[in-house]
Structure formats: structure tokens, C-alpha cells
């Protein structure tokens, strides 16, 4: 893989991103507790196994990618493999038990869908990438990924559902089309490991097993699905 700088805006944005979204979360755990009237001992507790799980997590696939062990694609099963079936199961965890119907009751939905807006500085730093020759071209928005499109469009329906333009319908709409794309991407991102090959020689993703870009399946597309189950959660609810 090609050198990069840290100091590289679109490097850098793998950083920025992910620590931006453990803030939100931070907030998003707070502001849920305090509307639905959670008492000050829980909210505590709340914030601090958010602390300490984000932390731990966000080390542990650092250093993993770090070390080289995501890149042992030789191994069975490789351990990137491994690596993406925990993304799954932290998904399910923050998403499908009592945290995130915490988020999912306690947020307003618009709150829940502005957060998405993430993916448009997401998708114009991986853009970079495949232009400075890290990330092939099937990953990024002038190949097979089209996610942009719900960082674009997750600003404009948030703002509607927040003056209330727009209802259920939309929103549903919008989050089974957010969803998708991301496991579009996903899946081409899966099929673009040296695993696979499907996408021939010259087009491997092995980016993402290095530091900081090991935070994008780890941290940003785990927020991505975590967040359109919860948004599923919140409109069921309400």
C-alpha cells in the first residue's frame, strides 16, 4: 500500500470522523437519559460503559491493524473475517438491546438521521484515497459505491422531518435506502480482499487492515448500521 501522512486532510479525516461520532454518542447517551427522565446514577453508568467499551474497542482494531494480524489473509479463517463478524456483533449490541432503545426512545428522529450526514465527508475522503492510489476505484463513488448519497440526503431529511415536512413513510423510505447502500458497499469492500479477488489484481482492498483506515469498517460503518436499526427502532416505537 501506498505511504500516507498523518498530517493529509483525508488521512486524517479517518480520525477525525470516528472520534467525532464516539462525541455524538456521548451526547446522544446523555441528552436520551436526561429526556426520558433516567436518574443521574444511570445516566452516569451509561456514559461511562460507553467510555470504556468505545475506548477498548477502538484500541483493540488500532493495534490489530497495526501488528499486521488483519493481514494474515492466508490464515483459516483469516482474521479479518473475524474482525467483521465482531462488527456484526457490537452492531446487534448497540443497536438491539436496552442502549439502543435508550437512543431510539430519547432522540428525536431527525437527530437519529442527521447524525448519517457523516458519510458525505466519509465518502469524499475515500474518494482521496483512491485518487492518491490507497483505496481501489470499485470503493469509492466513482466506481460501485453510491453511499454518498445518504450522506447527502440524510441532511435534507433530517431538516424536514425536524419541521415536520415530512412522516413515517419518508422516513422509512430513506432508511431501507441508506441501509442497502451501505451493505452495497460493504459487500463489494468484502469481495475486494485478497480473499476474493473479484475485482482482479490491480483493484485489492487491503487498506482498510492498516491504521487509521481500519477505523472505517470498525467504527464508521458499524455507526452506519447501528443507526438505521436504531432509526427502525424509533419509528416503530412512535
Not at 482494531?61 to 457490537?90: H, K, M, N, Q, Y
Request: with cysteine; charged share 15%.
Amino acid at each position: 500500500m501506498p505511504s500516507v501522512a498523518m498530517t493529509d486532510p483525508a488521512v486524517l479525516a479517518f480520525v477525525v470522523i470516528p472520534l467525532g461520532l464516539l462525541v455524538a454518542l456521548l451526547w446522544g447517551t446523555h441528552a436520551a437519559s436526561r429526556r426520558l427522565n433516567e436518574d443521574d446514577a444511570t445516566r452516569r453508568r451509561a456514559i461511562l460503559i460507553t467510555v470504556v467499551f468505545a475506548a477498548v474497542w477502538m484500541t483493540v482494531t488500532w493495534r490489530a491493524a497495526e501488528s499486521g494480524v488483519l493481514r494474515l489473509w492466508d490464515a483459516t479463517p483469516p482474521p479479518f473475517a473475524l474482525l467483521v463478524v465482531a462488527i456484526l456483533g457490537v452492531t446487534a449490541l448497540l443497536a438491539c438491546t436496552g442502549y439502543g432503545r435508550r437512543l431510539a426512545l430519547g432522540l428525536p428522529i431527525w437527530a437519529l438521521i442527521g447524525i448519517q450526514g457523516f458519510r458525505l465527508p466519509l465518502e469524499l475522503a475515500m474518494h482521496a484515497m483512491h485518487k492518491r492510489g490507497v483505496m481501489p476505484e470499485q470503493m469509492s463513488y466513482s466506481g460501485r459505491n453510491f453511499d454518498i448519497v445518504t450522506g447527502i440526503t440524510a441532511l435534507a431529511v433530517a431538516w424536514l422531518v425536524f419541521s415536520n415536512r415530512v412522516g413515517r413513510r419518508v422516513v422509512l423510505t430513506w432508511n431501507v435506502l441508506g441501509l442497502l447502500l451501505v451493505l452495497n458497499v460493504v459487500t463489494v469492500g468484502i469481495l475486494s480482499t485478497p480473499r476474493f479477488w473479484l475485482f482482479g489484481d490491480d483493484h485489492i482492498n487491503v487498506f482498510i487492515t492498516y491504521p487509521p483506515f481500519v477505523w472505517l469498517p470498525a467504527v464508521m460503518v458499524l455507526a452506519a448500521l447501528a443507526g438505521h436499526l436504531i432509526v427502525f427502532r424509533a419509528v416503530s416505537r412512535r
